[in-house]
């Protein structure tokens, strides 16, 4: 399906996620979609930009790297541009991954845009969806400033202290000298001399937009990651919440009535999960001439309150044909809504799993090297602040998708325990074995795994500390 | 036949291949009728794998022998341990043929056998893409064997310079000591300098090694053929269920919420039981299965740890500029690449056995009556302990096991 045809039509996650894909595209992601207009001129317009962006990003990257080899004679400098090139190829990596594998994240943005709908929910429905819209921009607010925060400080760190290193010296193979080089962001290797003048400036700059455009990069794929998870959690959270009323709807008389207005609402065209309404109108006929004429007597129903019109009406158990088949659609709204919620969390899954997979084997590995360096910090300084401002950003990017994978974990197990705390023992038989399979299906948590090879949660970041901490004192004792 | 080629029935035994080469290298899975052809054969089984042996006894007199330090011991060891693990998996191999071939057999008929009425043409499907990817693996597996061995050859023969290994003076008369380059380390008790020898030995080595490539290769194959195969019986399992409703109710009943008639309601319970039994079965061969084979796992997890602690220690003493670094790091990746196949392979068993819940829990079960109900939830109950394999009842099967290696 070429970017011309598809229509813009702004729904489900994309119109949440809309600042978080704005500012990803400006960032020269490739995400092509979601465009009002994508004529032709346009588009090759906006590939253009991302292309640029992604050669200029490889430049310095091959850059850094040539740097690398060159100085690999001194084992310092060789670990701490070692450091430098594993970096940035978190940065790379996940440009290219989201080049590669953009199908998949159009898929897990697309899944909500048709999320089915029951009358008596809709109130804790749009609760819930608002509050994991706050969430998720508080969210952006946070990585957007914790994204510039760093890169004025890597840009102000520059000017400090001297730009030197040691090379061998040339008169005398045991003394090392120091040499000046160009006082840079990064170090690189340009086949042009940038010690002043014109091109040190032009290299400045290039590498001021090169360090703030890889954060940005890394840093906006898992926000958008940690906002679907987000996202998911708020849809746990609002199916544990209706599992009070769902059963009070089972166990309340006969002699409630809910508007029928509310009931009968058209379905949307183009129903990816069928809006109960749907097959209602459909299938029962009948019903809709038996709520008519008892619009007379009929209530908003609100959340949770049990309305009890008194006198007669018959026990829990004995529901009514009609009370029976409104618990059977709000059983089936919820569990449609949660298989939509699986459906979404493997989505997730399957997008982003094996990015994080590619992290972890790259933070392990700088992580190791960054506890070396630790070891050889001397006092408050340049070099300490360098060595702690990588430790830092690096613990905190790990800590940033752990906590979310964490909570949904959380929000997935808690889902039985919700189901087990509402009053089951006064509903019908048939809520009764849908509290038990809900009880039964929920008891696994739902965890997003990176590429099956571990899970993303707390543990995971608790022994990536132990281990930075563990190879720090251990090689302290070496010393 | 007229019918279509997916509906087309599947050969009868799956791993007709690696079967085969079991049987060219002396192990018997597919039993063979005639007496006579059996006593025959048993006689092939015991020259065959009385040479592996002596290969591997003149092996280890060699180490013994011609201890040169560390160095070269390590170097020694890991083909050592190789071929140890080699031997012990034939010997394993030819003590468990008669149940493997049960195992096999047992999935081949019966509830396991894949049928179109049950679960759609997927079923076969799920069977063939199975075959495939275990006939790949071993294709795989033989084509690096051949390709390292071939190297080692090739550069033993090309690169026979003299080599001062051991040239000592023991009292008035010079050692013969053997100063022709081997593609591996063998003890002869004679001069194999001269050249008729030189070739015998050079063929003795390069064919031993390659026998015991491909037993080892043949083995894994079998055995992780046999993990893909229950992998898509779980995921047979998976179509039937969501055939299950369609079947019952005679129409697509996906979207309704009135509960189905009563005949529909008996069919329903009838298909529901059948599809607990096809789980029940499953679940009682993986057990039996991994009771048979965790002994072999726990072989292979031990001799892989230790060949891979002597290949690190080999690959940080030597220069990446040498021919025997390449060699060396293509044997240690050959090494990883057997232990991730079981690790993955039981990996994907034990998820897909747990997610059998979740096929159960996707399908319209709320038009179903109570008892199918209970049925499906009793389902749910068991598919939460998940099956897996184990190496020695101590170590799962699975990608964390192998991460942490």
């Known amino acids: ?479 | 036949r007229t019918e279509m080629s997916p509906i087309q029935e599947i050969p009868p035994i799956y791993f007709k291949v690696h079967l085969k080469m079991l049987f060219y290298l002396g192990i018997d899975i597919i039993p063979i009728e005639n007496p006579n052809l059996r006593k025959l054969f048993y006689v092939y089984t015991i020259f065959i794998i009385g040479l592996m042996c002596l290969f591997t006894v003149l092996e280890f007199l060699d180490m013994v022998l011609n201890f040169d330090g560390i160095y070269k011991m390590t170097f020694a060891l890991c083909y050592f341990v190789t071929h140890i693990l080699g031997s012990a998996k034939m010997f394993l191999m030819l003590a468990l043929r008669k149940k493997l071939w049960a195992h096999l057999t047992k999935l081949e008929g019966g509830v396991f056998k894949p049928n179109v009425q049950r679960g759609g043409v997927k079923e076969f499907e799920l069977v063939r893409d199975a075959i495939e990817l275990c006939k790949r693996q071993g294709y795989f597996f033989y084509t690096f064997v051949i390709f390292i061995i071939g190297a080692r050859a090739l550069w033993a023969a090309l690169a026979n310079w003299p080599y001062d290994k051991n040239n000592y003076f023991d009292g008035n008369t010079t050692v013969i000591v053997n100063t022709k380059i081997m593609p591996y380390t063998t003890w002869m008790p004679f001069d194999y300098n001269v050249s008729p020898y030189y070739e015998l030995v050079f063929a003795f080595q390069i064919f031993s090694t390659v026998v015991y490539g491909f037993y080892i290769g043949a083995a894994d194959a079998v055995i992780c053929g046999f993990m893909m195969l229950i992998k898509a019986q779980f995921l047979i399992i998976k179509a039937s269920l969501e055939r299950l409703m369609e079947r019952a109710a005679g129409r697509e009943s996906a979207n309704e919420i009135q509960l189905l008639e009563e005949k529909a309601q008996n069919f329903a319970q009838k298909l529901t039981s059948e599809c607990v039994f096809h789980h029940q079965e499953l679940i009682a061969l993986c057990d039996q299965a991994e009771n048979d084979y965790c002994y072999l796992m726990l072989l292979q997890f031990l001799s892989s740890l230790l060949i891979m602690c002597f290949q690190l220690f080999q690959l940080s003493t030597i220069s990446p500029d040498s021919v025997e670094f390449f060699s060396m790091s293509m044997y240690l990746i050959l090494m990883l690449f057997q232990l991730l196949c079981y690790c993955w392979h039981g990996n994907e068993v034990q998820i897909v056995s747990g997610q059998v819940s979740s096929f159960a829990y996707n399908i319209n079960w709320i038009i179903t009556k109570e008892s199918v109900k209970k049925s499906l939830l009793l389902m749910m109950m068991r598919s939460q302990r998940d099956c897996y394999f184990t190496a020695g009842k101590f170590s799962l099967l699975s990608l964390p096991t192998f991460m942490t290696v």
Request: proline fraction near 3%; aromatic fraction near 12%; charged fraction near 15%.
């Open chain 1, 1 to 479: 399906m070429s970017p011309q045809m598809m229509k813009f039509k702004v729904s489900g996650l994309v119109a949440d996620l809309m600042p978080n894909i704005r500012l990803i595209q400006t960032s020269g992601h490739f995400m092509l979609h979601y465009h009002a207009d994508n004529s032709g001129a346009l588009h090759t317009l906006r590939l253009g930009y991302c292309c640029a962006h992604l050669v200029f990003m490889l430049l310095q990257y091959g850059s850094n790297f040539v740097n690398l080899i060159f100085e690999r004679g001194d084992v310092n400098d060789l670990a701490a541009n070692t450091i430098t090139v594993l970096f940035f190829t978190h940065c790379i990596t996940k440009f290219v991954y989201f080049a590669v594998r953009s199908k998949l994240f159009y898929r897990t943005l697309g899944i909500w845009n048709q999320p089915n709908s029951h009358p008596l929910f809709v109130e804790s429905n749009n609760r819930y969806h608002a509050l994991a819209l706050k969430k998720m921009r508080q969210l952006l607010y946070i990585i957007v400033i914790w994204t510039s925060f760093s890169a004025i400080a890597w840009t102000s760190i520059t000017f400090v202290g001297d730009s030197v290193h040691n090379i061998k010296d040339p008169d005398n193979e045991n003394e090392t000298i120091t040499e000046e080089i160009p006082r840079l962001l990064v170090k690189g290797w340009y086949p042009w001399n940038a010690m002043s003048g014109m091109p040190y400036y032009i290299t400045l700059i290039f590498q001021i937009y090169y360090v703030f455009f890889s954060l940005a990069h890394a840093n906006l794929l898992d926000s958008l990651f940690c906002s679907w998870l987000i996202f998911a959690c708020e849809q746990l959270q609002h199916l544990k919440e209706i599992m009070k009323p769902l059963m009070e709807l089972s166990a309340s008389l006969d002699t409630y009535v809910p508007k029928s207005a509310d009931l009968f609402r058209a379905p949307s065209a183009t129903s990816q999960d069928n809006l109960i309404e749907s097959d209602y109108n459909a299938k029962n006929e009948e019903l809709k001439g038996v709520y008519s004429t008892r619009q007379e007597l009929g209530g908003h129903f609100r959340g949770g309150a049990l309305q009890n019109f008194g006198g007669g009406g018959v026990g829990p158990n004995g529901l009514t044909k009609k009370q029976e088949l409104m618990v059977r659609s709000a059983i089936k709204y919820w569990v449609e809504r949660h298989k939509h919620v699986v459906r979404l969390v493997t989505a997730i899954g399957d997008a982003y799993g094996v990015a994080l997979l590619l992290h972890m084997l790259t933070s392990t590995i700088m992580l190791t090297l960054l506890a070396y360096q630790a070891t050889k910090i001397t006092g408050v300084d340049k070099y300490a602040a360098t060595v702690l401002g990588y430790l830092l950003f690096a613990l905190a990017q790990v800590f940033h998708f752990c906590i979310f994978g964490n909570r949904l974990i959380e929000e997935s197990s808690s889902v039985m325990e919700a189901a087990y705390s509402c009053h089951w023992y006064d509903g019908s038989e048939e809520a009764k074995t849908f509290v038990q399979i809900v009880c039964q299906q929920c008891q696994k948590a739902m965890s997003i795994s990176g590429a099956k090879f571990f899970t993303i949660s707390l543990d995971l970041f608790a022994s990536v500390l132990g281990a930075v901490v563990t190879y720090f004192m251990v090689l302290v004792q070496l010393k």
